[in-house]
């Protein structure tokens, strides 16, 4: 069976969804992403706006204002379901290490 769109998230996915929890335009993800992860996750301006579109499509973001070429964007309820459910799948992967992980190399 193939896999959902979006059923997992990349990390550049997530960054840019939790970024838009407040609006901004893509040149302020880019920059709020390369803080928040002490430059370890760069977005470059292909992938990103990219992203943007294909989120804008499937509903987790929205567009709300265009200034020129500057866009700004918002997550929305559709897109926070699904930050919040990519959360909640590493919080499971993370507690299965804990409990099972460390068995493997007793």
């Known amino acids: 069976m193939a896999r ?3 059923q997992t998230l990349t990390e550049q996915m997530f960054y840019i969804l ?3 929890q407040r ?6 993800i880019m920059e709020r992403v390369r803080r928040m992860t002490g430059e ?6 292909g992938t990103l706006y990219s992203l943007l579109e294909s989120f804008c499509q499937e509903g987790f973001i929205r ?8 866009r700004s964007y918002l997550i929305t309820p559709k897109g926070r379901e699904r930050l ?23």
């Open 84 to 106: 919040d459910g990519e959360v909640e799948r590493l919080r499971r992967q993370v507690e299965d290490y804990t409990k099972f992980g460390e068995e493997e190399f007793a």
């Open 63 to 70: 567009e709300t204002k265009c200034e020129g070429r500057r």
């Open 40 to 45: 370890r996750v760069i977005i470059g301006p």
């Open 23 to 28: 609006e901004c335009c893509g040149t302020d």
């Open 4 to 6: 959902e769109k979006f």
């Open 18 to 20: 939790l970024c838009l």
